[in-house]
T-cell receptor, first 116, second 112 residues
């Protein structure tokens, strides 16, 4: 079974520029998550989709971050404009179930963003 | 969700059992204990989870104390490939979001 795919794997931009990340979850997985992992810390959930609806975006900095999951499959996460503190690894994960303990999450390799 | 506490780092000799502790003294009756690990430059990987009973799968065993205030993840025969950060997470069984709250985790170094 193919895993969660993410692209690009690495991105370097200057502050105030915009950037977009793409995620393709495991086929058939209803739930998709975006996490931000700053160096030396554990991942932090930014947004969770159930099919193409948002379940939780309480930690998403909505003034600069946006995400969408059109047709309930692929998802994109955008940052506009980027700040230095956005330098991190952005992880996408997916799970089969709706939520809770049935939802073992499968993570992609992540996109490492460096903002200079 | 209950807070979990783990040692910052541990060492283990290759071929020996690695026992990773986790304290979750405020865990509620319907919160599960999940373990994930993150190998360097990869995304986290699910290992195992449990509620009350001990659990075992092809990767590891999970031992939960009777009062559920702590647990231990056991890797029975650690290899160099098991070097990673291990995260213990308490997750509400009826959570609407399945939101994983990662702490600092335990960095396990398996040595030859």
């Amino acid at each position: 079974e193919a895993g969660v795919a993410q692209s690009p794997r690495y991105k370097i931009i200057e502050k105030r520029q915009s950037v977009a990340f793409w995620c393709n979850p495991i086929s058939g997985h209803a739930t998709l998550y975006w996490y931000q992992q700053i160096l030396g810390q554990g991942p932090k959930l930014l947004i969770q989709f159930q099919n193409n609806g948002v379940v939780d975006d309480s930690q998403l900095p909505k003034d600069r971050f946006s995400a969408e999951r059109l047709k309930g499959v692929d998802s994109t996460l955008k940052i506009q404009p980027a700040k230095l503190e956005d330098s991190a690894v952005y992880l996408c994960a997916s799970s089969l179930g709706a939520a809770g303990v049935s939802s073992e999450q499968y993570f992609g390799p992540g996109t490492r963003l460096t903002v200079t | 969700d209950a807070k979990t506490t783990q040692p910052t780092s541990m060492d283990c000799a290759e071929g020996r059992a690695a026992n990773l502790p986790c304290n979750h003294s405020t865990i509620s009756g319907n919160e599960y204990v999940y373990w994930y690990r993150q190998i360097h430059s990869q995304g986290p990987q699910y290992i195992i989870h449990g509620l009350k009973n001990n659990e075992t799968n092809e990767m590891a065993s999970l031992i939960i104390t009777e009062d559920r205030k702590s647990s231990t993840l056991i890797l029975p025969h650690a290899t160099l490939r098991d070097t990673a950060v291990y995260y213990c997470i308490a997750l509400h069984g009826s959570s609407n979001t399945g939101k994983l709250i990662f702490g600092q985790g335990t960095t396990l170094q398996v040595k030859p």
